[in-house]
């Protein structure tokens, strides 16, 4: 009896083993055996087409990795990503912000450092690594993927119509204001219910008010501050042009205000160029162009903000980390970069990649002559309260009527003086 239970016992073990070997052999031949599975967290669900063909591309090349993309309302992405993050979990690789945005993520030790997984790092320019390190320990968080430059959109057609031309100063650009409201348009499309959209405002035609790098420059060296005059003008004017914005424009929404411009209902509209391929997407018949809101005289430079975007990061506590860097290495290579210009037309970063080839990209770049700095977003998003969180504010309470210019400025002074050393001699 014992020797006949052990050589079941036996027989049971060998078909076993046979089957979990038959098992194995099966998985690896159809390509589920030792699969790695990368999370890869986005805020554009309007370029989810995209990154899906690109994932495509990398795991043709990577058959033993999967990558499962998921996308989040870009207003909803850093509260769902640091909640995430904070928690252990997360995704491996994720689009992160710049400057102090990324910083801020850095600092808590949710992200990895990546000198020492990609040292081609070394080759991108200073101006797009600055807003991939921290300023706390000088180390790069993230793989530079685009810069965006805000100015002017515009309807070539209903230009053609009205029979306007690319202003060349501030009264002419409000003339053309003018002639859209007397055809029945509405004159700018932009609105002020959602904060951020009057710091993409502020970065399309307020340079020229407020003068620019320079006054960025000093204002940063805490030589001028934002109770300068030229800072309140600018302040005055914007609200000035409330009466161009559509009706109830601070119940108007970044989606409203898209919807404005690709439906041909306003001709104008102050945003990133980071919206050419979603307009085209969807109005393929829109027959748009750009151009810089032109200073208060024809010799003044026509300035363009413009900032680092977006980094690609890895998560710190990944358990993929190998494969992460191959992603990573893949959204950082010259045949990625060419792709974001070709398809999502945006300035990428990655050294090398020829980007004057793509016209609207190309156009950036001409304009991007009389470049500045992105006011807040580069110079003042690194300590709280944030350069950005207090001009949204101040920005939306005097598009309300609220307050003044004046006391939005002052707002602003005594929110960044209160941790802002050049600020407080």
């Known amino acids: 009896m014992k020797k006949h239970a052990l050589l079941v016992l036996c027989i ?12 194995t052999k099966e998985a690896a031949a159809t390509g589920t055996a030792e699969k790695t599975v990368l999370e890869f967290w986005t805020w554009r669900p309007e370029d989810v087409d995209f990154y899906e063909g690109q994932i495509a591309r990398f795991e043709a090349a990577n058959p033993d990795i999967d990558v499962v993309q998921t996308a989040h309302k870009n207003t909803e992405y850093n509260t769902i990503l640091a909640a995430s993050l904070s928690g252990g979990a997360g995704p491996d690789v994720f689009q992160g912000r710049a400057y102090g945005g990324l ?4 600092d808590s030790g949710f992200l990895e450092p990546l000198e020492q997984w ?3 790092l070394k080759n991108y320019s200073e101006t797009a690594l600055l807003g991939a390190t921290s300023p706390t320990d000088g180390k790069i968080y993230g793989s530079p993927a685009v810069s965006q430059t805000v100015f002017m959109y515009y309807n070539k057609d209903i230009y053609e119509e009205l029979g306007l031309s690319i202003p060349k100063t501030w009264a002419q650009l409000i003339n053309n204001f003018e002639a859209a409201k007397k055809a029945g348009y509405i004159p700018l499309g932009n609105g002020a219910k959602d904060g951020w959209c009057l710091e993409t405002m502020l970065g399309g035609m307020g340079p020229g008010w407020y003068g620019g790098t320079d006054f960025y420059n000093a204002v940063v060296k805490g030589e001028k501050n934002f109770l300068d005059p030229a800072f309140i003008r600018m ?14 424009y601070m119940g108007i929404s970044y989606e409203d205000m898209r919807s404005n411009f690709f439906n041909e209902m306003s001709p104008h ?8 391929a979603y307009f085209n997407a969807q109005n393929p018949d829109l ?40 992603f990573l290495k893949f959204l950082s290579s010259k045949e990625f970069g060419g792709a974001m210009v070709n398809e999502l037309k945006m300035v990428s970063s990655v050294p090398g990649v020829d980007a004057t080839s793509e016209p609207f990209i190309a156009r950036v770049l001409e304009l991007q002559q009389h470049a500045t700095p992105y006011l807040f977003l580069v110079g003042f998003r690194y300590q709280q309260p944030t350069g950005s969180s207090l001009w949204q504010a101040a920005a939306q309470g005097v598009m309300a009527g609220t307050i003044t210019p004046r006391e939005a400025a002052k707002q602003i002074q005594d929110g960044i003086a209160s941790y802002y050393e050049p600020f407080q001699k």
């Open 12 to 23: 049971v073990v060998v078909t076993t083993g046979m089957l979990f070997g038959a098992g």
């Open 103 to 106: 910083a801020t993520f850095a």
């Open 118 to 120: 990609m040292p081609e």
């Open 235 to 248: 302040v005055e004017e914007m609200k000035a042009l409330s009466k161009y914005l559509p009706d109830m």
């Open 269 to 276: 509209l102050i945003a990133g160029s980071y919206e050419a």
């Open 287 to 326: 027959n748009w162009g750009v151009f810089a809101v032109p200073g208060q005289r024809e010799s003044d430079p026509a300035y363009v903000s413009v900032y680092a975007d977006m980094n690609f990061a890895m998560n710190a506590n990944s358990k993929n980390k190998e494969a992460a860097v191959k």
